[in-house]
T-cell receptor, first 109, second 113 residues
Framework: KNEVEQSPQNLTAQEGEFITINCSYS?????LHWLQQHPGGGIVSLFMLSSGKKKHGRLIATINIQEKHSSLHITASHPRDSAVYICAVRSNTGNQFYFGTGTSLTVIP | SQTIHQWPATLVQPVGSPLSLECTVE??????LYWYRQAAGRGLQLLFYSVGIGQISSEVPQNLSASRPQDRQFILSSKKLLLSDSGFYLC????????????FGEGSWLTVV
């Protein structure tokens, strides 16, 4: 069993739709990251969370520490949001990061 | 500002040849550095991490090795590549002074033929 589970694995949405990607983890963490990987492979960090909620533009990330669950929401989705979104957690017992396998999002115009 | 450079971006190597991927970091000191591999259709797999010069921890047994000769330099190597070494390799940096922000290099596509 993976330490980090993401759902769905693949997601296709119409432009303008509200999108939710979920992440559950089974280890103790010091922080959770949401990452975006573009088709060329490059990865950028979207959010780092240790509690509560963060918002950046049309992106919102939430985390529930008790339930070991996080969600990434995209409001008014756009084709340029098409990418792979990866949930990653940093273990609170060492320097390791654990990654989900990613959610491949395609937004259709 | 924090930047992380990784090269080469792509390479095609024959089986049995050596490998050297290099990663350098600017804008921070004493970062935690990581090497990950991403095989096609799979998540990121941690290969090595380093908390300081000369300090390397290996997560997965393999024919790869890593070295950290300088504070901001992290090198991934192999003496003899296998076909199964093909994949996308990412260097990452954890900057703890700014609240555990993680940065990734541009990535290196390795094809072993």
């Amino acid at each position: 069993k993976n330490e980090v589970e993401q759902s769905p694995q693949n997601l296709t949405a119409q432009e303008g739709e509200f999108i939710t990607i979920n992440c559950s983890y089974s280890v103790g963490i010091s922080a959770l990251h949401w990452l975006q990987q573009h088709p060329g492979g490059g990865i950028v960090s979207l959010f780092m969370l240790s509690s509560g909620k963060k918002k950046h533009g049309r992106l919102i990330a939430t985390i529930n520490i008790q339930e070991k669950h996080s969600s990434l929401h995209i409001t008014a989705s756009h084709p340029r949001d098409s990418a792979v979104y990866i949930c990653a957690v940093r273990s609170n017992t060492g320097n390791q990061f654990y990654f989900g396998t990613g959610t491949s999002l395609t937004v259709i115009p | 500002s924090q930047t992380i450079h990784q090269w080469p971006a792509t390479l095609v190597q024959p089986v049995g040849s050596p490998l050297s991927l290099e990663c350098t970091v600017e804008g921070t000191s004493n970062p935690n550095l990581y090497w990950y591999r991403q095989a096609a259709g799979r998540g990121l797999q941690l290969l090595f991490y380093s908390v300081g010069i000369g300090q390397i921890s290996s997560e997965v047994p393999q024919n790869l090795s890593a070295s950290r000769p300088q504070d901001r330099q992290f090198i991934l190597s192999s003496k003899k590549l296998l076909l199964s070494d093909s994949g996308f390799y990412l260097c990452a940096c954890l900057r703890t002074r700014s609240g555990n922000t993680i940065y990734f290099g541009e990535g290196s596509w390795l094809t072993v033929v």
